[in-house]
């Protein structure tokens, strides 16, 4: 079965950390681009970070402007799974967190309109939730 399963959500509190996992089974994930992306309560989705395909060292990276500073995404395609860490959390990063196969639209990048669909491949997401 092809799919992606995210982990480590959880209630944490301002200032903590987390380290969100992506783990994907029945495709080859070091051919796909992968992303990461969220939906805080009451707004749409929005791209986090994307990282490149290819097997790379060092593959190329891209975060959203809002995020460039404070998330960190890395992939382990031997052990087919991706990624996604932060430190200082604060309550605006309270998000249903998912894993997804692809690269962002255009418009998505832009931040006027992002959906799941977009990509080839999502899973069911992972609750962040940072209490103040």
């Known amino acids: 079965e092809v799919r992606l399963v995210e982990s480590g959500g959880g209630l944490v509190q301002r200032g903590g950390s987390l380290r969100l996992t992506c783990e994907a089974s029945?495709?080859?994930?070091?051919?796909?681009?992968m992303s990461w992306v969220r939906q805080a309560p009451g707004k749409g989705l929005e791209w986090v970070s994307s990282?490149?395909?290819?097997?790379?060292?060092?593959?190329?990276?891209s975060y959203a402007a809002s995020v460039m500073v404070s998330f960190a995404i890395s992939r382990d395609n031997a052990e087919h799974t991706l990624t996604l860490e932060k430190n200082s959390l604060t309550p605006e990063d309270t998000a249903l967190y998912y894993c997804a196969a692809g690269l962002p639209t255009p418009s998505c990048l832009a931040g006027s309109a992002c959906f799941l669909t977009d990509f080839g491949l999502w899973g069911r997401g992972t609750q962040v939730t940072v209490s103040s």
């Open positions: 990282i490149g395909s290819g097997g790379q060292a060092q593959p190329g990276v």
């Open positions: 029945g495709f080859t994930i070091s051919r796909c681009d």
